[in-house]
């Protein structure tokens, strides 16, 4: 899968067609080079770069590889590689690195795993020193103890039977025909396409390094002393071209032919770079100039174009970038700070006060075209300058204003008294009359009118503050910009200040400058454009312009400009301002350091930015000129799928994994992953995400780890993407998957247990809490019971006794008195009503105490007494019971026996009905009474309020039933009867517990 990726990757690399153009110089290239301090192996001596971008380093102390900015020793998935020297790296599209051991063998690393053959696979364990591929895939390799190959299988050694006779093979090389040429001590063997042997050896000469293919298809070929195009391998030894190098024996050490065609090369002094058609125009560059060291042991060109160099002392790499820096032809020239005016054509006009001569015309190559005036003019100093529309150039210089005509015709204005104590002239206009205008330092503004220099006593300060920038507009007005954020706007001979009131908001005023009829200022906080009478900020989403000293409006309408930040690119900007459309994020770009823009422009330099005809920008800093292409920016490669290097958790440690497995225990994890570009690492930006634990993706800039801190047990996925600068990311690569595996106290079996030892616990305390309630609610009953016991007994002991002995006495006194005493009949009739209300005492003494409910039983009781009031209501009753019948609590019986009266008599006294049943059934879990009828029912907003208003039965039922803590239950419909029922839970209604186990024992309803 894998390689599936990087073949995609490469696909869309190689039709970049990255290269190096042969037209750019080394001194428009980017250098940078890495040394021991920055991590580089000892001795690096070959280079490659395989299908996902890394660059590989053979070195004395084994092998590397750099993803553009760190160096690691490799270290594969599975096998192990030797840590000896490698002499020859070289990359199979598709397969992987090929590796020539200088003891050892040969060594194959494939997506991260590591093949190594030897003796036993038919490989001698001497040194190899090259490979290269044929059409059908297969791989040569030559070393000092001969020829081999490999056809995806299995090693086979080429020897006499195959027509090679030489003891070792130099080189190996196979040219575009498919001819495979051997290099040897008996001179080139040749083996065609189409032949399964190699030719008898033509030649005697040997090479250091095989033969390389130039994109014209030539074969350059390199010898001890010199370097040459070849037709072909045949003619190798024929001197059909004249040498592109020649030098001492030994001198040429290694070369390169980029795909540009360039030819790069090093003869023990330093780096040599040459058009092979041209070789006389070749350039240097040595230690001196920055190369880390001048013995170059290798070249290598990845597949951005850029140029790496392997030398004694480090790693070098040459890449081309946007910004190109111009170098004038006359060498003993130095640019500095400049004052740019664009010429005819590519030429470019400078005016610096460090060059001699005053100013420069160049071409993009440094090409001097002013040679004439700096003959004549070998120590002039110019200040500023500027093209005026008669085609004439006003340069001012400390000697006076130059006015130079196309026709090299010259007059000079000498300055007025009053310079200032620098004699320095900032900038030069020319307003519509023809008159210059100077601005000088210290001094104010000056006029030149009627052959002398004179003063505007209505400009600030009556002309004596000096403007940090001036314009002459097309409209025949002047702009002063002065550094206390105000703008003087002189117009048919009368000056108005533009202040804050009129949306000046830029505090010093460095450049003034007009483009399609606007009027732009730009200063310490930003840009403005002049519209309806005032300044309007000038705003690009996303980005604040600070310090904008320069500024160019492109014949294309593009927006350049010179800021703090560097130089900015806008694409349409004034078009889309003008037409109230924000630039987006996207059409600006700023060049850096990374695209080659070094110097730093001075907020003094309003002319540092300015467009040649030909369409190049051009730029001046502290470090001289440059130029940038417009049309042909460079594409920033899109980075290929990002590489997970490695895991990292606690003591494991995983080098390019695939799917991992962690030990249980594992909890923070690391992960380091890449995606190489070689040109521009800085500009790599990463985000990642999680599968299984993160919701969205992690903006993670340019670190390239990431770092996860309490993971749970599970299965992750581990993906990630780059982007190279820009806002096109990398295609997804396949990422990594890997398992945290659980310790048995995270596993779900474990939890399930936890879990339901839990519920085991609450339920537990459940019950022992319902225990407790049920033993307050039956001290309550016992103590409401025996209350009623104690009233009774009073009752009985004072009321009823006094009562009796009330009645014996009187009876008595009755007794005496003759039976004809009409006193004695009626006390006779008192005694007989006395007797009826102690008979009565009694009865209501024995219902407090509850004894009869509880001698003769709750269901006894209701049949008995339920049959005598349906009876006397001419209703039909029936009684039945279900169940063991248990003993009833003494305080319970009571109210439930009150509950089943207070229905029965409700039935008897309101329903109507002509049946009714009394049910009772026992459970292990309650107690359960009904009493039924079929008579009329009850109305459905009785339920509801339960009971009628001025009524108690009904209420008096649920007060009971709550005293109880039972459950009442009331069902009834018109015309269809009633059933009233009571469930009383088991620990609350029976005198004894239930026989059933503790742990099965929980209230439900049966």
């Known amino acids: 899968m894998l390689r599936i990726w990087v073949a995609v990757f490469c696909a869309l690399l190689c039709?970049?067609?990255?290269?190096?153009?042969?037209?750019?110089?080394?001194?428009?290239?980017?250098?940078?080079?890495?040394?021991?301090?920055?991590?580089?192996?000892?001795?690096?001596?070959?280079?490659?770069?395989?299908?996902?971008?890394?660059?590989?380093?053979?070195?004395?102390?084994?092998?590397?590889?750099?993803?553009?900015?760190?160096?690691?020793?490799?270290?594969?998935?599975?096998?192990?590689?030797?840590?000896?020297?490698?002499?020859?790296?070289?990359?199979q599209p598709g397969v992987g690195l090929w590796i020539g051991w200088g003891v050892g063998g040969i060594s194959l690393v494939r997506d991260g795993a590591a093949i190594n053959y030897g003796v036993e696979q038919g490989v001698s364990g001497g040194s190899w020193w090259g490979f290269d591929f044929d059409r059908q895939g297969g791989v040569w390799a030559a070393g000092v103890d001969g020829l081999v190959h490999f056809d995806g299988k299995q090693w086979r050694r080429i020897g006499q039977q195959q027509g090679f006779t030489a003891k070792k093979a130099s080189a190996i090389f196979v040219d575009r025909e498919g001819t495979v040429g051997a290099f040897s001590e008996q001179g080139l063997f040749l083996k065609p396409a189409n032949s399964a042997v190699f030719h008898k050896p033509i030649g005697h000469t040997d090479v250091r390094q095989p033969p390389q293919l130039g994109p014209d298809g030539r074969i350059y070929f390199m010898e001890e002393s010199s370097i040459r195009v070849i037709d072909s391998l045949a003619r190798y030894e024929q001197a059909d071209h004249a040498p592109i190098f020649k030098g001492k024996p030994g001198a040429a050490q290694s070369m390169l032919i980029d795909r540009s065609g360039s030819l790069w090369y090093e003869t023990q002094a330093g780096l040599h770079r040459t058009d092979p058609d041209h070789p006389a125009m070749t350039e240097r560059f040595r230690k001196t100039d920055g190369l880390s060291a001048d013995i170059i042991y290798s070249f290598f060109e990845d597949r951005e174009g850029?140029?790496?160099?392997?030398?004694?002392?480090?790693?070098?790499?040459?890449?081309?970038?946007?910004?190109?820096?111009?170098?004038?032809?006359?060498?003993?020239?130095?640019?500095?700070?400049?004052?740019?005016?664009?010429?005819?054509?590519?030429?470019?006009?400078?005016?610096?006060?460090?060059?001699?001569?005053?100013?420069?015309?160049?071409?993009?190559?440094?090409v001097v075209q002013n040679t004439d005036w700096l003959k004549r003019h070998p120590g002039g100093h110019a200040q500023s300058g500027i093209r005026v529309p008669d085609g004439s150039f006003l340069l001012a210089d400390r000697a006076g204003l130059h006015r130079v005509w196309p026709n090299k015709k010259e007059e000079t204005i000498g300055w007025p008294a009053?310079?200032?104590?620098?004699?320095?002239?900032?900038?030069?206009?020319?307003?519509?009359?023809?008159?210059?205008?100077?601005?000088?330092?210290?001094?104010?503004?000056?006029?030149?009118?009627?052959?002398?220099?004179?003063?505007?006593?209505?400009?600030?300060?009556?002309?004596?503050?000096?403007?940090?920038?001036?314009?002459?507009?097309?409209?025949?007005?002047?702009?002063?910009?002065?550094?206390?954020?105000?703008?003087?706007?002189?117009?048919?001979?009368?000056?108005?200040?533009?202040?804050?009131?009129?949306?000046?908001?830029?505090?010093?005023?460095?450049?003034?400058?007009?483009?399609?009829?606007?009027?732009?200022?730009?200063?310490?906080?930003?840009?403005?454009?002049?519209?309806?009478?005032?300044?309007?900020?000038?705003?690009?989403?996303?980005?604040?312009?600070?310090?904008?000293?320069?500024?160019?409006?492109?014949?294309?309408?593009?927006?350049?400009?010179?800021?703090?930040?560097?130089?900015?690119?806008?694409?349409?900007?004034?078009?889309?301002?003008?037409?109230?459309?924000?630039?987006?994020?996207?059409?600006?770009?700023?060049?850096?350091a990374i695209d080659g823009r070094l110097g730093v422009s001075s907020v003094l330099q309003n002319f540092s930015v300015a467009e040649a005809g030909d369409g190049k920008i051009w730029l001046a800093d502290g470090g001289g000129l440059s130029w940038i292409d417009p049309a042909h920016l460079l594409k920033a490669p899109l980075p290929p799928p990002v590489t997970v290097e490695?895991?990292?958790?606690?003591?494991?440690?995983?080098?390019?994994?695939?799917?991992?497995?962690?030990?249980?225990?594992?909890?923070?994890?690391?992960?380091?992953?890449?995606?190489?570009?070689?040109?521009?690492?800085?500009?790599?930006?990463?985000?990642?995400?999680?599968?299984?634990?993160?919701?969205?993706?992690?903006?993670?800039?340019?670190?390239?780890?990431?770092?996860?801190?309490?993971?749970?047990?599970?299965?992750?996925?581990?993906?990630?993407?780059?982007?190279?600068?820009?806002?096109?990311?990398?295609?997804?690569?396949?990422?990594?998957?890997?398992?945290?595996?659980?310790?048995?106290?995270?596993?779900?079996?474990?939890?399930?247990?936890?879990?339901?030892?839990?519920a085991w616990l609450v339920w537990l305390a459940f019950q022992l809490r319902l225990k407790q309630t049920a033993k307050a609610f039956k001290a309550q009953l016992e103590a409401r019971h025996g209350e009623r016991e104690r009233i009774a007994r009073e009752l009985h002991d004072t009321l009823l006794q006094g009562m009796q002995a009330l009645i014996l006495g009187v009876?008595?006194?009755?007794?005496?008195?003759?039976?004809?005493?009409?006193?004695?009949?009626?006390?006779?009739?008192?005694?007989?009503?006395?007797?009826?209300?102690?008979?009565?005492?009694?009865?209501?003494?024995?219902?407090?105490?509850?004894?009869?409910?509880?001698?003769?039983?709750?269901?006894?009781?209701?049949?008995?007494?339920?049959?005598?009031?349906?009876?006397?209501?001419?209703?039909?009753?029936?009684?039945?019971?279900?169940?063991?019948?248990?003993?009833?609590?003494?305080?319970?019986?009571?109210?439930?026996?009150?509950?089943?009266?207070?229905?029965?008599?409700?039935?008897?006294?309101?329903?109507?009905?002509?049946?009714?049943t009394v049910t009772m059934r026992y459970t292990r879990f309650a107690l359960h009474l009904d009493i039924g009828d079929d008579g009329v029912g009850m109305p459905p907003q009785v339920l509801e309020q339960r009971g009628t208003p001025g009524h108690f039965g009904l209420p008096g039922l649920y007060e009971r039933a709550s005293r109880l803590d039972a459950e009442l239950h009331i069902v009834s419909r018109p015309g269809a009867g009633t059933v009233v029922g009571l469930r009383v839970p088991a620990r609350l209604a029976y005198a004894r517990r239930s026989l059933l186990p503790a742990f099965l024992r929980r209230q439900r309803v049966m």
């Open 15 to 91: 039709g970049a067609s990255f290269a190096i153009p042969l037209e750019r110089k080394l001194s428009q290239l980017q250098h940078q080079s890495w040394t021991a301090k920055d991590g580089v192996p000892p001795s690096p001596g070959t280079m490659a770069q395989t299908d996902d971008g890394y660059l590989w380093l053979g070195t004395n102390a084994g092998l590397y590889r750099f993803d553009g900015v760190r160096f690691e020793l490799f270290q594969p998935r599975s096998g192990s590689l030797p840590r000896g020297y490698v002499y020859f790296l070289k990359a």
């Open 306 to 366: 850029n140029i790496w160099l392997a030398t004694s002392d480090g790693i070098d790499r040459f890449r081309q970038v946007d910004v190109n820096r111009v170098t004038p032809s006359l060498g003993t020239y130095v640019l500095g700070q400049s004052h740019l005016l664009a010429g005819d054509g590519n030429v470019m006009t400078a005016v610096t006060p460090n060059f001699d001569g005053g100013w420069v015309a160049l071409t993009p190559d440094g």
């Open 418 to 592: 009053d310079m200032g104590p620098v004699h320095l002239v900032r900038q030069v206009i020319q307003d519509r009359d023809g008159a210059p205008w100077i601005s000088v330092v210290a001094t104010g503004v000056y006029q030149y009118k009627d052959g002398q220099w004179r003063r505007h006593a209505a400009l600030p300060k009556e002309g004596k503050q000096t403007p940090m920038s001036m314009l002459a507009d097309s409209q025949g007005r002047l702009w002063f910009g002065y550094p206390d954020n105000k703008i003087a706007l002189l117009q048919d001979g009368k000056v108005s200040l533009l202040s804050p009131a009129q949306g000046m908001d830029l505090g010093r005023v460095l450049l003034l400058y007009e483009a399609d009829g606007q009027v732009i200022a730009g200063g310490e906080r930003g840009l403005a454009v002049y519209r309806k009478q005032r300044f309007q900020a000038w705003k690009v989403s996303g980005h604040t312009f600070m310090d904008v000293a320069a500024i160019v409006v492109t014949k294309a309408g593009d927006v350049w400009i010179n800021a703090a930040s560097g130089t900015v690119r806008i694409t349409g900007g004034l078009r889309d301002f003008l037409q109230g459309v924000p630039s987006a994020p996207s059409q600006v770009r700023v060049f850096d």
């Open 646 to 758: 490695s895991l990292k958790a606690g003591e494991q440690h995983f080098r390019l994994p695939s799917n991992v497995t962690l030990a249980p225990g594992a909890r923070d994890v690391q992960l380091n992953y890449s995606s190489p570009i070689l040109g521009t690492p800085e500009r790599m930006r990463f985000r990642y995400r999680l599968d299984g634990y993160d919701t969205e993706w992690r903006d993670a800039g340019a670190r390239r780890q990431a770092f996860y801190t309490g993971l749970p047990p599970g299965q992750y996925h581990f993906r990630v993407i780059a982007a190279n600068g820009g806002d096109h990311w990398s295609e997804e690569g396949p990422g990594l998957r890997f398992t945290l595996t659980p310790n048995f106290y995270q596993t779900l079996w474990f939890k399930a247990l936890c879990a339901g030892a839990a």
């Open 811 to 916: 009876d008595s006194a009755a007794k005496r008195l003759p039976p004809d005493e009409p006193a004695r009949a009626r006390l006779d009739r008192l005694l007989l009503q006395a007797d009826i209300v102690l008979s009565e005492g009694r009865k209501q003494v024995l219902d407090v105490r509850g004894t009869e409910v509880y001698d003769e039983g709750v269901f006894a009781l209701l049949s008995r007494d339920g049959a005598v009031l349906a009876k006397d209501g001419e209703v039909q009753f029936a009684s039945q019971v279900f169940g063991k019948q248990r003993e009833l609590q003494p305080a319970s019986s009571h109210e439930i026996y009150r509950i089943g009266m207070e229905a029965i008599v409700n039935a008897v006294r309101h329903a109507r009905a002509s049946k009714l």
